[in-house]
Nanobody, 124 residues
Framework: QVQLVESGGGLVQAGGSLRLSCAASGRAFNSYVMAWFRQAPGKEREFVAI????????YAADSLKGRFTISRDNAKNTVYLQMNSLKPEDTAVYYC?????????????????WGQGTQVTVSS
């Protein structure tokens, strides 16, 4: 079983920045595709960003490009989400997800492992 633990969420003012971290258990982290999703109150979970096994390929949701950046450090079994120029509409619970296949996907149903989520609140 793979365990994922998110951290780094909190309360920030609009225009501020946060860096989320996702620490993974196991020694096969460097073979996992990793992604971030988020869920705002009253809304369905949506895709945020994805990164392949070695960090050579990354994709972010069109509405978030230029503000959010995903990265990973395989030596530390950790994936990050750098969030800049935060807006009130970014308020949500952010989830880390992993899958053991080499192919990447934005569909949450195809991810095998999930963290518990971390709350991000952006004040106006």
């Amino acid at each position: 079983q793979v365990q994922l633990v998110e951290s780094g969420g909190g309360l920030v003012q609009a225009g501020g920045s946060l860096r989320l971290s996702c620490a993974a258990s196991g020694r096969a982290f460097n073979s996992y595709v990793m992604a971030w999703f988020r869920q705002a109150p009253g809304k369905e979970r949506e895709f945020v960003a994805i990164i392949n096994w070695n960090g050579g390929r990354t994709y972010a949701a069109d509405s978030l490009k230029g503000r959010f950046t995903i990265s990973r450090d395989n030596a530390k079994n950790t994936v990050y989400l750098q969030m800049n120029s935060l807006k009130p509409e970014d308020t949500a619970v952010y989830y880390c997800a992993a899958r053991t296949a080499y192919s990447i996907t934005v569909y949450e149903g195809e991810y095998e492992y999930w963290g518990q989520g971390t709350q991000v609140t952006v004040s106006s």
